[in-house]
């Protein structure tokens, strides 16, 4: 049966986020909905990411099998059903072999926080206004990509096998307002990135120092970090896939 990769970006501020689940309103029910919707067939999806409740995307991808013909034209027609703050970027036809979770081979997040109000930004980004030093969090970011245990970064009774993560890239960089930091690594565990940036920021304020972030990753044990962070700051910035898969997730491709 012919398999389809689904592109969307979607605001996360309304969802109790990505995966469905009963009795709460999430992106997969709706794009659920929407297939259902257009199609007058019901749809199985599996997604590549799970984002919790208020967290946002700019890239994520769903992937499903279908005998219907999904044409470009379908794109158009479903961004008319689902609501505003979810956009459906592209579906493409893949080999039926190809999974949106495990094909992926890494992913980014990006994490904002600004300083002074801000009524645009109050629900895609942090305000904290206290003084914070630059040179101090990336050498804590530095210090995080040396390292491949995260259990002290996963939040209680999560199913896996493995607190292990390959960071590749892991920065803070001010833009304007804003204060970003930019993570990429083979896979994350929940609450990672949260708990990464609560944690950092102590030491950007010099409330904890570079021994002591490094006593918390060594530590293995999640009550040592700090997971106050809220979500809407949070953005799954985009998915990379194997080089095999890249030619077919193109317009047209």
Same mark, same amino acid.
């Given at each position: ?5 689904? #592109?969307?970006?979607?605001? =996360? ?18 794009i !659920? ?6 199609f007058?067939t ?24 279908? #005998? ?19 956009s ?5 036809p893949?080999p ?39 040179e ?9 990509s040396?390292y491949?245990?995260?259990? *002290? ?5 999560t199913?896996?096998k493995?607190?292990i ?5 892991? !920065?803070?960089?001010? #833009? =304007?307002?804003l ?29 904890l ?13 999640? *009550?040592?970090?700090?997971? *106050? ?14 080089? *095999? ?9």
């Amino acid at each position: 049966m012919p398999r389809y990769f689904l #592109e969307l970006s979607y605001k =996360g501020t309304a969802y109790s986020g990505f995966q469905v689940q009963e009795n709460a309103h999430t992106i997969q029910g709706e794009i !659920e909905k929407a297939l259902l919707t257009l199609f007058k067939t019901p749809f199985d999806l599996t997604g590549s990411s799970r984002t919790d409740a208020g967290v946002h995307a700019n890239q994520n991808f769903f992937h499903f099998d279908s #005998e219907t013909a999904i044409l470009p034209k379908s794109i158009y027609n479903l961004n008319a059903i689902v609501p505003a703050d979810i956009s459906i970027k592209g579906i493409y036809p893949v080999p039926d072999t190809a999974h949106c979770r495990f094909d992926a081979v890494s992913r980014e997040y990006n994490y904002f926080i600004y300083k002074e109000k801000n009524p645009f930004l109050n629900d895609r980004a942090w305000q904290f206004p206290y003084p914070v030093d630059l040179e101090l969090l990336q050498e804590a970011a530095k210090t995080i990509s040396r390292y491949q245990d995260f259990t *002290s970064f996963s939040k209680r009774n999560t199913q896996v096998k493995t607190f292990i993560c390959t960071i590749e890239t892991s !920065e803070w960089v001010q #833009e =304007g307002p804003l204060l970003i930091y930019k993570v990429r690594a083979n896979r994350f565990l929940r609450g990672m990135v949260r708990g990464l940036v609560g944690t950092m920021l102590k030491v950007g304020r010099e409330q904890l120092d570079i021994d002591g972030l490094r006593s918390v990753i060594e530590a293995k044990d999640c *009550s040592k970090a700090d997971f *106050s962070t809220p979500a809407q700051g949070l953005f799954l910035n985009r998915v990379i896939y194997k080089d *095999s898969l890249k030619p077919f997730l193109q317009p047209g491709g």
